[in-house]
């Protein structure tokens, strides 16, 4: 059995998913939430982040991380946060010896939804279907948790 967590970093509020995998059954949900930064220098904001995502991992233990990589953003100072506060989860999962997968959003989409485009309720209400979950995740959780499925179902393929 396979524990992954999914990370959707954010600079103001990081969603984490985990799941478990076994064999082809269906994916199980274990737990979901958001690292939430305070508003204020962004060295604060990302030892936030890092010190929530090293929590998240001694917590749960997982086998692997799946996290976003950076789109480009319209406004570069929109990706520069977001790059460090990818940068600092990485950080985090690395400490503890974790691969890394990293997933663009079109491609978890996909992966989630059957199309690249699709609007956040879109996949929303797919990791909730998916999951069998009885509501539905807040938008960065329910990232994080299509970034974990999109790992298992990527690597299923590949395997």
Same mark, same amino acid.
């Given at each position: #059995?396979?524990?992954?967590?999914?990370?959707?970093? &954010?600079?103001?509020?990081?969603?984490?998913?985990?799941?478990?995998?076994?064999?082809?059954?269906?994916?199980?949900?274990?737990?979901?939430?958001?690292?939430?930064? $305070?508003?204020?220098? #962004?060295?604060?904001?990302?030892?936030?982040?890092?010190? &929530?995502?090293?929590?998240?991992?001694?917590?749960?233990?997982?086998?692997?991380?799946?996290?976003?990589?950076?789109?480009?953003?319209?406004? $570069?100072?929109?990706?520069?946060?977001?790059? !460090?506060?990818? &940068?600092?989860?990485?950080?985090?999962?690395?400490?503890?010896?974790?691969?890394?997968?990293?997933?663009?959003?079109?491609?978890?989409?996909?992966?989630?939804?059957?199309?690249?485009? =699709?609007?956040?309720? !879109?996949?929303?209400? #797919?990791?909730?279907?998916?999951?069998?979950?009885?509501?539905?995740?807040?938008?960065?959780?329910?990232? =994080?948790?299509?970034?974990?499925?999109?790992?298992?179902?990527?690597?299923?393929?590949?395997?």
């Amino acid at each position: #059995m396979a524990r992954i967590l999914g990370i959707d970093p &954010g600079s103001v509020v990081s969603g984490y998913g985990i799941i478990e995998q076994s064999g082809s059954r269906a994916p199980v949900y274990v737990t979901s939430g958001c690292i939430r930064s $305070p508003r204020g220098e #962004m060295p604060a904001r990302l030892g936030v982040i890092y010190a &929530g995502v090293r929590e998240v991992i001694r917590a749960y233990r997982p086998d692997a991380v799946s996290i976003e990589r950076v789109f480009l953003a319209r406004n $570069p100072q929109s990706a520069l946060k977001l790059g !460090q506060a990818r &940068g600092v989860a990485i950080a985090a999962a690395v400490a503890d010896d974790l691969p890394i997968a990293e997933y663009a959003p079109r491609e978890v989409k996909l992966a989630i939804t059957g199309t690249g485009g =699709a609007a956040k309720d !879109q996949v929303q209400y #797919m990791v909730r279907v998916l999951l069998g979950l009885d509501g539905t995740p807040a938008e960065d959780a329910a990232d =994080a948790l299509a970034l974990a499925i999109c790992h298992v179902n990527t690597a299923a393929e590949v395997t």
